[in-house]
């Protein structure tokens, strides 16, 4: 448990029961880091590109990691994804941390749509506590381990 510490996470989720079970889980396997929730597709573009209601915000700095889910209201995961990609190919600072689709779609259309727009990885919601500690431990020992989870800021 030791090295799964100093994370940051970002969860980008509207519905409250996921946030709250993603929460339980995450404060028993990760130690002294911090999750922002952000609730919709358009709030997290606010968020990573610090304008209108987060134009003050402090700057994330560390190790970063962002929980995408697909189906949101107002602007969906993969529009996000299109949206970062866009500004990527457009000379905009693109986005340096990894992106998890965590959705509970396990249809092979969102799978491919999300890798292709540049999604990490993408993982299906697990449907209970026990598979989703499992899931999500399994995943940051992975990318602690592989490297994917570097210092960057957004």
Request: net charge negative.
């Amino acid at each position: 448990m030791e090295q799964l510490s100093d994370i940051q996470v970002i969860y980008v989720e509207d519905d409250e029961v996921d946030r709250h079970i993603f929460e339980l889980v995450l404060n028993k396997i990760l130690v002294n880091s911090r999750v922002t929730f952000i609730h919709n597709g358009e709030d997290f573009l606010d968020f990573y590109y610090r304008r209108n209601s987060y134009k003050n915000r402090e700057l994330c700095q560390g190790k970063i990691i962002i929980f995408l889910d697909i189906n949101m209201p107002r602007l969906s995961g993969l529009d996000v994804l299109k949206k970062l990609s866009d500004a990527q190919i457009n000379g905009i600072e693109g986005l340096s941390p990894p992106i998890i689709m965590f959705s509970a779609s396990q249809r092979d259309v969102d799978i491919s749509e999300s890798k292709r727009l540049g999604a990490t990885e993408y993982v299906v919601k697990p449907f209970s506590y026990q598979e989703m500690k499992a899931s999500l431990s399994a995943l940051f020992s992975r990318y602690l381990q592989s490297g994917k989870l570097k210092e960057t800021s957004i």
